[in-house]
């Protein structure tokens, strides 16, 4: 399901977050498992790995300046878990961007059961032994969200839509994206961006479920991303973290 259709009635967020964030935490209760009898699959121990590939992108200038960045899971009481940002200013679009990754490691893809059923040439007994899908919905109770700021007049917040500059670029549906002057990324960086990408958390909502497999490659001095569908602020902010100084970034034809 749709992070749209679940996430507002179980979340708790401040409407208003100062432009740039120091603190955050995001708490999450997750549903009794005992009370309601169900056998729920939480994919709480992907979430770590996930975490330290955001925080590496952080202190390399992601979403804020270069430096500090510090992103903790933990469990802290049963049917809890916890996720905390400490570091250097960061554009709140973090906590979107954590939120989405709580939603995804959640919920499982709408796909999931043909592609298990199809792997076992559609054997449903041997599918089901190895299937672990579940709901959003059977899994978390209530998400709260907080925030420190480092100064500013807050600002209206949106935990659902990132609120990031864009650079003119468009809504991007598989298109190609050119930037000036950028040079590739190292394969680590590299990597946990197309990760992410592949995951959907930098999909718009409506088409995060939708298969995304983009490529990123150097063409003269510009570097191109190819096959991208992710919102541009996501886009901006990657090639911010790449040339710092500035760049030139459009949708090629």
Known sequence: MSILDVLPPRLTAPAAIPPMIVAARIDVAMVDQA????????????????????????????LGPAG????????????????????????????????RFVHTLNQTPPRSWEMVLNAFDGDEAAAREVYAGGDFVDAIAAVR????????KPRAFDPLRPAGPTNGLDQLRGDTVRAKKVAVPDVETEDAWLSFSVLGVFNPPEIADEDTDPEIFASGSD??????????????????LLAPGGFEAQIEE
Do not use: C
């Not at 400490?86 to 973090?94: A, E, M, S, T, V």
């Open 35 to 62: 009370a309601d009898g169900k056998d729920i699959t939480h994919n709480r121990e992907e979430m770590p790995d996930s975490l330290s590939d955001v925080a590496q992108l952080l202190r390399q200038g992601f």
């Open 68 to 99: 500090a960045a510090t992103l903790k899971f933990s469990e802290p009481e049963r049917g809890h878990f916890l996720i905390s940002y400490d570091g250097g200013p960061r554009h709140p679009d973090l906590i979107v961007l954590l939120l």
């Open 145 to 152: 969200v907080t925030a420190e700021g480092a100064g500013g």
């Open 223 to 240: 570097l191109v991303i190819d096959r991208i569908t992710a919102e541009p602020s996501w886009v901006v902010a990657f090639l911010t």
